[in-house]
């Protein structure tokens, strides 16, 4: 059995900055929005390639991981 619960370490940072990078690119018109939004995607990359190097479906992990660092923390 595959264990796919969250776990802080690989990836965390760059899914951090990813999610900064996408809500500063909302605040941005034009063309830099986009560049910066793709900039935030490939952050994505190095926690995904984690995931399928472990044998993890890398679809529902990031999802997870997109969840956790969405949440409000106080």
């Known amino acids: 059995?595959?264990?796919?619960?969250?776990?802080?370490?690989?990836?965390?940072?760059?899914?951090?900055?990813?999610?900064?990078l996408r809500d500063y690119s909302r605040t941005i018109p034009g063309k830099q929005q986009l560049l910066i939004g793709a900039y935030a995607k490939a952050l994505e990359?190095?926690?995904?390639?984690?995931?399928?190097?472990?044998g993890f479906d890398a679809t529902n992990i990031l999802n997870k991981l997109r969840a956790k660092h969405a949440q409000v923390r106080p």
């Open 1 to 20: 059995l595959q264990n796919d619960s969250v776990v802080a370490g690989g990836g965390a940072i760059e899914m951090e900055l990813s999610k900064f």
């Open 45 to 54: 990359i190095i926690p995904r390639q984690l995931c399928d190097n472990a």
